[in-house]
């Protein structure tokens, strides 16, 4: 049963303008997540985190907002640069005791000049 | 200087045979991760060491078993692989202590069983 749900496979949007990802999980206890950003044959690299404790983080083009109470988080990047063209995973910190980390399917944005 | 190290990254080979991908990380973390990510793009743990102690083992075939000779490294071995091991591998690492920090991956290893 998948915890964390991406559910839009694929996004494509015109360079310059918004592009939000959005995230779905199911368990009420998590109080961390992170997004990670890929590129083909590369690893997985942190993009922006967000503790359960805030509804917002921001670091430059990159905006998380948390909703909790909808177990909904999303990731804005603004403006949109072909070179954000990359797959996104949303992810959630299972345990912090361990690390585990749940990950979702993953978004591919696609950013056109 | 590359953070996370992994090698092989293609890993070509039979069914039946018995192979190794090391994952060497130079970030001074004292926790490593193995995940697979599937044909179906998800990423999934399986293993985590933290200090080379184990602290993850997720329902992960007894076929593979991850060795951790200190804790800049943290290999992992297959016996008789199968097809269904086809995949890519990642490594990764974080510091311990405070899981609410990043993990940080290797490239990945890319394994097909033929």
């Known amino acids: 049963d998948q915890q964390v749900k991406q559910n839009s496979p694929s996004l494509s949007v015109q360079e310059g303008r918004i592009s939000i990802l959005n995230c779905d999980y199911t368990n009420s206890m998590f109080d961390y997540f992170l997004w990670y950003k890929k590129y083909p044959a590369e690893g997985p690299t942190f993009l922006i985190s967000?503790?359960?404790?805030?509804d917002k983080n921001e670091d430059g083009r990159f905006t998380v907002f948390l909703n909790k109470s909808a177990k909904h988080l999303s990731l804005h990047i603004v403006p949109s640069q072909p070179g954000d063209s990359a797959v996104y995973f949303c992810a959630a910190l299972e345990s912090s005791n361990t690390g585990k980390l749940i990950f979702g399917q993953g978004t591919t944005l696609q950013v056109k000049p | 200087d590359t953070a996370v190290s992994q090698t092989p990254k293609y890993l070509v080979t039979q069914m039946g045979n018995d192979k190794s991908i090391k994952c060497e990380q130079n970030l001074g973390h004292d926790t490593m991760y193995w995940y697979k990510q599937d044909s179906k793009k998800f990423l999934k743990i399986m293993f985590s060491?933290?200090?080379?102690?184990?602290?993850i083992n997720e329902t992960v075939p007894n076929r593979f078993s991850p060795k951790s000779p200190d804790k800049a490294h943290l290999n992992l071995h297959i016996n008789s692989l199968e097809l269904g091991d086809s995949a890519v591998y990642f490594c990764?690492?974080?510091?311990?202590?405070?899981?609410?920090?990043?993990?940080?991956f290797g490239d990945g290893t890319r394994l097909s069983i033929l």
């Open positions: 967000i503790s359960s404790i805030k």
């Open positions: 990764a690492s974080s510091q311990g202590g405070n899981f609410y920090q990043p993990q940080h």
């Open positions: 060491y933290n200090n080379k102690e184990l602290i």
